[in-house]
């Protein structure tokens, strides 16, 4: 069964760095969105991304985020220059339109000390 | 008020019991509702659809009811592998961002 991947599994970095997070969404899937989990929290959405560009975003997605789809199958998740705060899980998820289920990733756990 | 509201227990069940927990949704336009199960420290997997005649899908049974704007969970013959977090999302429809509420914690005990 085809599923989204999430790479790396967890990524240490230091406050003020930039990170990268990879993902690679189901092959068929056109619509891609990263939400984050802080630890015990509820699950929390940041974008959504259609047709190389973004569909929707929330107020957690400031200047410091970015996403890109730069080839066919990954879709990245920047951040520019972490925070403390933006430790947390980093969950992917892709789906074949918008209003049908939203298939997640294994999420990156990001730790920023 | 919280767009998605649940109850965030835990709820501790003997094995065997059934355990039932609601949601409610502020939007009453919304369109689209989902329970999500989430284990610990993992992703959270699609359980099943919600659909306004009511679903069942094994020992699962959802409900949805649009007039008091909440939508429900039966787990019927519940097994310690039902021991989970369960998420209810609402599509609010339009902007198509899934609305999380914050779990309802189950354990099930033998």
């Known amino acids: 069964e085809p599923e989204v991947t999430q790479t790396p599994s967890h990524q240490v970095t230091q406050m003020g760095q930039e990170v990268i997070l990879r993902c690679v969404p189901i092959?068929?899937?056109?619509?891609f969105y990263w939400y984050r989990q802080i630890l015990g929290q509820k699950v929390e959405f940041l974008v959504s991304?259609?047709?190389?560009?973004?569909?929707?975003k929330s107020e957690i997605f400031d200047d410091q985020f970015s996403v890109e789809r730069p080839d066919g199958s990954n879709f990245t998740l920047k951040i520019r220059s972490t925070k403390l705060e933006d430790s947390a899980m980093y969950f992917c998820?892709?789906?074949?339109?918008?209003?049908?289920?939203?298939?997640f990733g294994p999420g990156t756990r990001l730790l920023v000390l | 008020r919280k767009e998605v509201e649940q109850d965030p227990g835990p709820f501790n069940v003997p094995e065997g019991a059934t355990v039932a927990f609601n949601c409610t949704y502020s939007n009453s336009a919304s369109q689209s509702f989902f329970w999500y199960r989430q284990d610990c420290r993992k992703e959270p997997k699609l359980l099943m659809s919600?659909?306004?005649?009511?679903n069942e899908d094994g020992r699962f049974t959802a409900q949805l009811n649009r007039a008091s704007q909440y939508i429900s969970l039966l787990i019927r013959d519940s097994k310690l592998s039902d021991s989970a977090t369960y998420l209810c999302?609402?599509?609010?429809?339009?902007?198509?961002?899934?609305?999380w509420g914050a779990g309802t914690k189950l354990i099930i005990k033998p």
């Open positions: 092959s068929n899937h056109l619509y």
């Open positions: 998820a892709s789906s074949v339109t918008a209003a049908e289920t939203q298939y």
């Open positions: 991304f259609y047709n190389n560009e973004i569909s929707e």
């Open positions: 999302v609402v599509n609010m429809g339009g902007n198509y961002q899934l609305i």
């Open positions: 919600v659909y306004s005649s009511g």
